[in-house]
């Protein structure tokens, strides 16, 4: 969507790695979809939530809105796979129009907003 903002953000919290999506629009307000995985360091292969999940771990029909608003437009998860310490994962985040078509994280071609983060 041309005219929502995505970010991919990461933080480590008691040895768990939690990843979180933020979106708002430029202009109006919207509903999206918004989908979030996490990627091994090259960005190529899912590390969760794995192919049970082929489109990441969603979140549908949330509202968008310009900044600044006071309203939550930001969502987290906590990965619940073992991870490396000192191993560089790829947080992904997709936002779609709501009900609009799901990325297939399983293909490598698929790319996401990311953010790199060390697991330490």
């Known amino acids: 969507m041309s005219r929502v903002q995505v970010k991919a953000c990461g933080r480590i919290a008691n040895d768990r790695l939690y990843m979180s999506a933020e979106w708002r629009t430029t202009s109006g307000s919207a509903l999206v979809d918004v989908y979030i995985w996490l990627e091994d360091a090259t960005g190529s292969e899912v590390v969760y ?69 060390v697991y330490t």
Not at 49 to 65: C, E, F, I, L, V
């Open 49 to 117: 939530p794995g192919t049970s999940m082929r489109h990441g771990m969603p979140s549908y029909n949330m509202a968008a809105w310009p900044t600044p608003q006071t309203k939550e437009q930001w969502k987290e998860y906590p990965v619940g796979e073992p991870l490396q310490h000192g191993e560089l994962y790829q947080v992904s985040v997709s936002v779609m129009e709501k009900g609009g078509a799901k990325p297939n994280i399983n293909n490598p071609a698929v790319k996401g907003h990311q953010l790199g983060i």
